[in-house]
């Protein structure tokens, strides 16, 4: 792209020094030929350019935001499914530690049942003995 221009000095017959510039027509193609643009066209293509990248800005700017948004809400997602969990996991653990306790205490039980009835049929041929004791010991006298 080749841009260019330059100053012009002249003296007038009034032998005053005035500076005028001159703009050559501008080249916006590298080695094209032909392609001449005045300076309305160059500073329209300017502004065209620069509305262009603000745009890009813009759309940039929404984009990466949609992104940041798309990203807390998975995080968020993400954090209460693992929080669902948590509690679906803690559930099932109590619920199995139940089970095993309540089987464990059934166990127990019936052991303990055993054990009083073994008591209860012991205590009951002893104190028939007992009785019987008593009751010679009663009679002897």
């Known amino acids: 792209m080749v841009v260019w221009g330059f100053l ?21 193609a590298p080695n094209t030929k032909g392609v001449h643009m005045s300076m309305a066209d160059v500073l329209r293509s300017i502004k065209d350019a620069e509305k262009a990248a603000s745009e890009m800005v813009e759309s940039s700017k929404e984009e990466s935001a949609k992104i940041l948004a798309d990203a807390r809400k998975k995080a968020s997602e993400l954090i209460a499914k693992a929080q669902d969990e948590a509690i679906s996991s803690t559930t099932s653990t109590l619920d199995s530690a ?3 306790a309540g089987k464990e205490a059934e166990s127990v039980q019936s052991e303990g049942a055993g054990v009083v009835d ?21 009679m002897s006298n």
Do not use: F, G, Y
Not at 14 to 28: A, C, D, F, G
């Open 118 to 138: 073994k008591i209860a049929s012991s205590a009951s041929d002893r104190r028939d003995a007992a009785v019987k004791i008593l009751l010679d010991s009663l």
């Open 98 to 100: 139940r089970s095993a």
């Open 8 to 28: 012009l000095k002249i003296r007038p017959p009034s032998n005053e020094i005035q500076t005028k510039r001159v703009m050559n027509p501008i080249t916006l």
